[in-house]
T-cell receptor
Framework: AQSVSQHNHHVILSEAASLELGCNYSYGGTVNLFWYVQYPGQHLQLLLK??????LVKGIKGFEAEFIKSKFSFNLRKPSVQWSDTAEYFC????????????FGTGTRLLVSP | DSGVTQTPKHLITATGQRVTLRCSPR?????VYWYQQSLDQGLQFLIHYYNGEERAKGNILERFSAQQFPDLHSELNLSSLELGDSALYFC?????????????FGPGTRLTVL
């Protein structure tokens, strides 16, 4: 069955540290890839998305992600995290692009200590 | 603020009861999606409506049903509630019917079944 895996369930970093969150999907066809963020007590917000073209995608708040087709991966990165980045991060994939059935990973909780 | 509204924010009810969750999409969006977020299952896609018609079904129980009305708002009906139905229910909307549209999420309704 198609799935999305996020390797790290909890990540703790100090401010200014670099961040990389892993995301792998298991689907052989064409995919659209997303990273969403959920700040404490808030709704899901789109960080960035990849549909086609340049596999290095830049999103909001200094985040970027790289699509590596051969590895079925779409890892999220940020060179220097801030305390305000404390949140839960979800990788998501759209399968069967005729229908917008988003499949989410289990999420990674990021805690950034000041 | 994503522009997607959901009511109520919180709902506490007893097992066996029936509740209705309401979602209003962003202005101009024709698609509405429902998701369930629980600790054990993560974020799960339930159902997608486009312009009043059902487009795709996910892991939606038979006790649950949804509809999208002519004014494009949507309701998710949950009946014969069980303790395990306690979760955060998100609605999302997008402009088109599928493929490359970005989904915008509402703040969610937290359902507690006692």
């Amino acid at each position: 069955a198609q799935s999305v895996s996020q390797h790290n369930h909890h990540v703790i970093l100090s401010e200014a540290a670099s961040l990389e969150l892993g995301c792998n999907y298991s689907y052989g066809g064409t995919v659209n890839l997303f990273w969403y963020v959920q700040y404490p007590g808030q709704h899901l917000q789109l960080l960035l998305k990849y549909f086609s073209g340049d596999p290095l995608v830049k999103g909001i708040k200094g985040f970027e992600a790289e699509f590596i087709k051969s590895k079925f991966s779409f890892n999220l990165r940020k060179p220097s995290v801030q305390w305000s980045d404390t949140a839960e991060y979800f990788c998501a994939v759209i399968l069967n692009t005729g229908f917008q059935k988003l499949v989410f990973g289990t999420g990674t909780r990021l805690l950034v200590s000041p | 603020d994503s522009g997607v509204t959901q009511t109520p924010k919180h709902l506490i009810t007893a097992t066996g009861q029936r509740v209705t969750l309401r979602c209003s999409p962003r202005s101009g969006d024709l698609s509405v999606y429902w998701y369930q977020q629980s600790l054990d299952q993560g974020l799960q896609f339930l159902i997608h409506y486009y312009n009043g018609e059902e487009r795709a079904k996910g892991n939606i129980l038979e006790r649950f049903s949804a509809q999208q009305f002519p004014d494009l708002h949507s309701e998710l009906n949950l009946s014969s509630l069980e303790l395990g139905d306690s979760a955060l229910y998100f609605c999302a909307s997008s402009e088109g019917r599928g493929g490359t549209d970005t989904q915008y999420f509402g703040p969610g309704t937290r359902l507690t079944v006692l």
